[in-house]
């Protein structure tokens, strides 16, 4: 049921007080002004939380892009967490996992004609991406990854994600909970989603979650479940199973290092064999002794047998040292999109497309006005392409 893996730790809650003082000063400092949210003239769409990782920003941030690309320039601009590098970097199909973090460098092996940057400060990181100097094209969208408390960037469009099993409306401030902020942070989202929803979601749990979550006429309340597509190789050379509708004759290693992999857990138990899970915390750097874990749990589990794991952990996998050849043979990631339900994608996609054909810079508004103006200056050759959506 929603709600059904969140923790109190109730001796934590006067932590949790203070925690929550200097938080809602924070954002009173935004609200009175003395600290400022910067707007830009290229649309931006912020994809975030308040809750500490785990709701799926990932499949959201890549079903958006599927969503624009084929129309317009996107870019996508991430913290990059636990990088190695500072600053600003724009990445290439080259650019080593270490240098970007897991999420990103996943993004951009994916996509790699969508322009994916990392840089702490997201108002330098917009510029550098909208700087025809800086960026490899011109970029018509920005797509923010996980910043939703990151208010120093005004975006056009605010989505806010909620796991479905952990309902902010049931959580607590940290250290206590896992709130990054309080409650109230949801009433500046535009567009509220809850995500990991249970495929088989009960007209009645539609309705009770809708009136608990009590959000504002002004807010959109999305539901979306996760899809699994079929297996990918990790290295290239895995042998034996790839669709999930093999799995039920292998024993199977479910290998995470994200922030909540029970709906994985959950949605993989009953279409295996055997399940055999080893978790680790969010983008977990394997090491040596990680790596001796892996390979000694792999080779205890009977015939036939395979390791899945997720494609944020697959990225990390790859540079860790001392994989065994058996283990590299049988490693798979399981790729995950998200999939809207009650038939809400349609109306999702056109408040998306909407917004950014409106603030576009190359929007046909703005080319009827450059050519008006071309027809003046005797057709000068530099005039702004026209976006087309379906």
Excluded at 62 to 90: D, Q, W
């Amino acid at each position: 049921m929603e709600g059904d893996f969140i923790k109190i730790n109730r001796a934590l809650l006067p932590l949790s007080w203070l925690y929550g003082l200097g938080v809602k000063l924070r954002n009173m400092a935004f609200e009175i002004g003395l600290l400022k949210s910067r707007a830009f003239d290229v649309p931006i769409i912020s994809v975030g939380n308040i809750t500490v990782g785990g709701t799926g920003k990932t499949p959201h941030v890549e079903y958006l892009i599927r969503l624009l690309k084929e129309h317009v320039s996107v870019a996508v601009l991430s913290r990059g967490y636990k990088r190695k590098s500072r600053g600003f970097v724009l990445a290439t199909k080259d650019t080593p996992m270490r240098d970007i973090g897991d999420e990103p460098y996943q993004m951009k092996q994916k996509y790699p004609d969508v322009a994916v940057a990392v840089d702490k400060n997201r108002c330098n990181g917009i510029e550098r991406l909208t700087d025809n100097s800086t960026a490899a094209k011109d970029i018509d969208v920005v797509l923010l990854d996980d910043a939703f408390q990151h208010r120093y960037v005004k975006p056009g469009i605010n989505i806010l994600l909620v796991d479905y099993h952990r309902l902010i409306i049931y959580d607590r401030l940290l250290p206590a909970g896992r709130l990054r902020e309080p409650l109230s942070g949801k009433n500046r989202a535009d567009i509220v989603v809850v995500t990991k929803c249970p495929k088989d979601l009960k007209p009645m749990a539609y309705r009770v979650i809708t009136k608990a979550m009590d959000l504002f006429p002004y807010q959109q309340l999305y539901f979306t479940t996760l899809v699994y597509d079929a297996l990918k190789p990790v290295f290239g050379t895995a042998e034996g199973v790839c669709e999930l509708s093999e799995l039920k004759r292998y024993h199977v290693l479910l290998l995470t290092g994200i922030a909540s992999p029970e709906q994985m857990i959950h949605d993989l138990s009953p279409l295996t064999g055997k399940l055999t899970t080893l978790t680790y915390a969010d983008h977990h750097a394997f090491g040596r002794k990680d790596v001796q874990r892996i390979n000694e749990a792999f080779s205890q589990l009977q015939e036939p047998r395979c390791i899945i794991t997720t494609e944020k952990d697959a990225t990390r996998l790859t540079v860790a040292e001392g994989l065994s050849d058996d283990v590299q043979r049988h490693l798979y990631a399981l790729p995950v999109r998200i999939r809207f339900m009650l038939d809400q994608e349609e109306r999702f996609d056109q408040n998306i497309i909407g917004y950014v054909r409106k603030n576009s810079r190359n929007s046909i508004l703005i080319k009827a006005k450059d050519d008006h103006k071309a027809k003046k200056t005797h057709n000068q050759p530099h005039s702004h392409k026209t976006i087309y959506f379906k």
